[in-house]
């Protein structure tokens, strides 16, 4: 957890981050405002869980199998 969590800081938060609040950042200079991060948090975090679920993909017998719960 704590590899995932220092490669997840490297690799994705602090590119977004360094997009949105510095000065030649391309989200900085298309007028993004930001300034308590809650941008940074929900780009990094809405990316995570769209790759999660491609990564993951279907449940097994989708569409034929119907999901009901009882």
């Not at 704590?2 to 977004?16: G, N, Q, T």
């Not at 298309?30 to 990094?44: E, K, P, R, W």
């Not at 995570?48 to 990564?55: D, F, H, T, W």
């Amino acid at each position: 957890m704590c590899l995932f969590m220092f490669l997840f800081h490297l690799l994705v938060y602090c590119p977004i981050a360094h997009s949105i609040w510095h000065p030649l950042g391309f989200l900085y200079e298309l007028g993004d405002l930001d300034f308590a991060g809650g941008n940074v948090v929900h780009i990094s975090s809405g990316v995570a869980g769209l790759v999660s679920s491609i990564i993951i993909g279907n449940r097994r017998g989708f569409p034929e199998e119907k999901f009901k719960y009882e």
